[in-house]
């Protein structure tokens, strides 16, 4: 057997690692995803918007071809309102580990890494269609069983800072990075290197897996772009 010299292993090593990683945006054209004429490709971003002659609805999803149930997933984000600005109305997030429950009009339920033009849900875990607001930004929280499915008992066990000093390091209609660690139960958001939330879901209604896609809130005309959107999923 020849052994590899260090330098060659170390190669080795690295084209494994990087045979994990999988885009899932070629830069081009939005194959592999599959949504409403709300959703498009601009200077080489997924570009979601609406405007006040073609208005949104009600939420609606880009959805990814495959599903996930652990994985890491990192994008660049960038949201404006209807001026350009990261100071109005505009929503949006990403959504894992969820179901397609209307496939007309890509309608998306599930757990949902948030992100807004505002200065308060940027970073949470909320439940769309489901549960709401799983854990707010700064909270580490374990959910269990409640009264009913849809009604979870939420216990905050631990604080990841501020939610004003996380909100600090989020730039406004600018390009930010999010990172999303799945793994079980546990489940981590970051932006911009600061983890948001931790949140241990112990309950029998969460879902281990289930599709990506992103959202396109109704409401005020908005625009939501995303880059570099790349998947590792544990093996």
């Given at each position: 057997?020849?052994?590899?010299t260090?330098?060659?292993a ?78 109005g109305?505009?929503n ?15 309608v ?65 209609a ?37 599709v ?24």
């Amino acid at each position: 057997m020849k052994l590899l010299t260090p330098l060659l292993a170390l190669a080795a090593l690295c084209a494994t690692v990087s045979a994990e990683d999988k885009n899932l945006f070629n830069g081009k054209d939005l194959t592999g995803w599959k949504g409403l004429d709300y959703w498009s490709v601009k200077d080489g971003f997924i570009t979601g918007q609406t405007t006040k002659e073609h208005p949104a609805k009600g939420n609606t999803f880009l959805v990814w071809e495959g599903e996930v149930a652990d994985f890491e997933m990192t994008f660049q984000y960038r949201i404006m309102d209807v001026n350009g600005k990261g100071e109005g109305f505009g929503n949006s997030g990403v959504q894992y580990r969820s179901k397609v429950v209307d496939e007309v009009k890509f309608v998306v339920g599930g757990y949902q890494a948030d992100f807004e033009c505002g200065k308060t849900y940027s970073g949470i875990l909320y439940e769309e269609r489901g549960r709401g607001i799983l854990a707010k930004r700064g909270e580490k929280v374990v959910i269990h069983e409640g009264a009913a499915p849809n009604k979870p008992k939420i216990e905050v066990t631990g604080s990841l800072g501020k939610s004003e000093d996380i909100q600090a390091k989020i730039k406004q209609a600018d390009w930010n990075e999010y990172r999303i660690v799945a793994k079980g139960g546990h489940l981590q958001h970051f932006i911009n290197g600061m983890q948001t939330v931790d949140v241990t879901d112990e309950t029998a209604i969460g879902a281990k897996k289930g599709v990506l896609a992103l959202q396109l809130h109704a409401g005020p005309p908005m625009m939501v772009q995303f880059k570099d959107l790349v998947l590792k999923e544990a093996k």
